[in-house]
């Protein structure tokens, strides 16, 4: 679908985009704490980026198959942001605008008044406040268990704990494949400062 935004945006001009993703070391660490299934998830997705023509790092295939399984989650990471930082420079802040899933779950009223304003929804403070105490703010997307920011900052210290030593090093190599490739590590039209 992210892959999709700049052409419906291009195809739409009235509309508007919001790009949510993760900061890289919170990413890494939801991939790792998913094991097995995660690890897997993030090479299919690479494959999937790959044939898109989404990744431009400068490695041939075999280079690609020689990465750590957290380094191909950081290589989709980096394919995703390149996409993201080209899209918001194409269209600009006032019709894209982007958002750390971290400052989502720190600051969701803020983020919710934010994107009605950029939607032009009118949701007023009961509304929003609705929202952030419904099921989007309060379940696990995917067992429909209870799961606020609480269980959530759990979650990433245990998988901080497991798998600390190695996210930091892919971090590390990420951050200088980045640069190598000219990705921008922060991207603009930040929703809320």
């Known amino acids: 679908v992210n892959a999709l ?9 009235e509309a508007r985009a919001l790009l949510l993703h993760a900061p890289l070391p919170a990413y890494l660490r939801s991939i790792a704490k998913k094991d ?5 998830w993030v090479r299919e997705l690479l494959i999937g980026l790959l ?18 399984d957290l380094q191909v989650a950081a290589v989709g990471w980096l394919a995703q942001h390149a996409l ?3 899209t918001v ?12 899933s971290e400052t989502l779950v720190a600051r969701p009223r803020e983020a919710m008044g934010a994107l009605v304003r950029l939607y032009g929804l009118s949701i007023d403070a009961v509304g ?12 696990h997307s995917k067992l429909s268990a209870e799961f606020g920011a609480v269980e959530r900052a759990a979650e990433h210290r ?16 990420a951050e200088a494949t980045a640069k190598a490739a000219g990705i921008p590590l922060t991207l603009g039209a930040s929703l809320i400062d």
Request: charged residues 25%; glycine residues 10%; hydrophobic residues 50%.
């Open 158 to 173: 245990n998988a901080a704990d497991l798998h600390g030593d190695e996210i930091a090093k892919v971090v590390v190599w």
């Open 128 to 139: 929003i406040d609705a929202i952030v105490a419904g099921p989007a703010f309060t379940r």
């Open 84 to 86: 993201f930082a080209r």
């Open 5 to 13: 935004a700049p052409v419906i945006l291009a195809l739409r001009p």
């Open 51 to 68: 044939k898109d023509g989404l990744v431009d790092l400068g490695f041939d295939t075999e280079g690609y198959l020689e990465l750590t």
């Open 89 to 100: 420079v194409r269209y600009g802040p006032a019709r894209v605008a982007t958002l750390d």
């Open 36 to 40: 097995m299934w995660g690890r897997l």
